[in-house]
Nanobody, 115 residues
């Protein structure tokens, strides 16, 4: 059974930083594209950043230059480094694993940016 477990969320002041982690219990983790999505209250889930199996990345415009996605295939873990956080970054952040038609989601971790 595939499980994705996120951690690292919390309350941070505007301008602060957080690092989210997602540990995946997936065989052959390295062949999955991994990504981070977020959902704010009353809004649809949106893509934040994705990384394919070759290390190529795609970022949403609203996080470019502030967030960085990375992965450690040896530890089956994907990270989201978030800097210069803004109140509008407040949301539940979800980890996603994608392989062809198969997609898996974590349970989410809350990030709140507030003074």
């Amino acid at each position: 059974q595939v499980q994705l477990v996120e951690s690292g969320g919390g309350l941070v002041q505007p301008g602060g930083s957080l690092r989210l982690s997602c540990v995946a219990s997936i065989r052959m983790f390295s062949i999955y594209a991994m990504g981070w999505y977020r959902q704010a209250p009353g809004k649809q889930r949106e893509q934040v950043a994705v990384m394919d199996t070759n290390g190529a990345t795609v970022y949403a415009d609203f996080v470019k230059g502030r967030f960085t996605i990375s992965r450690d295939n040896a530890k089956s873990t994907v990270f989201l480094h978030m800097n210069s956080l803004k109140p509008e970054d407040t949301a539940v952040y979800y980890c996603n694993a994608q392989l062809r038609t198969y997609t898996y989601w974590g349970q989410g971790t809350q990030v709140t940016v507030s003074s």
